[in-house]
C-alpha cells in the first residue's frame, strides 16, 4: 500500500521546537483533500496514542497534554499535513506517525520519525 512520507524528527532540548511533514504519496495525490489525517505516537515501550486530528474540512482535535502547544494543519496544494510542536517537553519523545483515512475507510500509514526531547 502507499505510504505516507514523514520528515522533520530530531533531538531538541526541552522549550524547543520542532515540525513534522506528512506528504501524500502519488497513488493518493488526487484524493488528498478527501482523506482525514492524524498524528499519533509511541513513546518508547509503550503503547501507541492519537495527538492530533484533522478533518478533510480543517476541522482538528487535540489530545490534552499537547493542547497550546502543537497544532495540526494541511496545505492542501502542497499535499501536506503538519504537526508544528511548540514548548516540547521530555514527556513528548516518542516516534511520531502520520495516518490518512479515505470515505471509505482505507489507511495509509508514514513510515514514522523520531522525536527525542532529553531530560
Known amino acids: 500500500q502507499a505510504q505516507l512520507v514523514e520528515s522533520g524528527g530530531g533531538l531538541v532540548h526541552p522549550g524547543g521546537s520542532l515540525r513534522l511533514s506528512c506528504k501524500a504519496p502519488?497513488?493518493?495525490?488526487?484524493?488528498?483533500?478527501?482523506?482525514?489525517f492524524d498524528w499519533y505516537r509511541q513513546p518508547p515501550g509503550d503503547q501507541r496514542e492519537l495527538v492530533a486530528s484533522?478533518?478533510?474540512?480543517?476541522?482538528?482535535d487535540y489530545l490534552g497534554s499537547v493542547k497550546g502547544r502543537f497544532t495540526i494543519s494541511r496545505d492542501n496544494s502542497r499535499k501536506t499535513v503538519f504537526l508544528q510542536m511548540n514548548s516540547l517537553k521530555p514527556e513528548d519523545t516518542a516516534v511520531y506517525y502520520c495516518?490518512?483515512?479515505?470515505?471509505?475507510?482505507?489507511?495509509?500509514w508514514g513510515q514514522g520519525t523520531q522525536v527525542t526531547v532529553p531530560s
Open positions: 495516518h490518512g483515512q479515505s470515505p471509505l475507510y482505507q489507511t495509509h
Open positions: 502519488r497513488m493518493i495525490t488526487s484524493v488528498y483533500n478527501t482523506y482525514n
Open positions: 484533522i478533518s478533510s474540512g480543517g476541522a482538528t
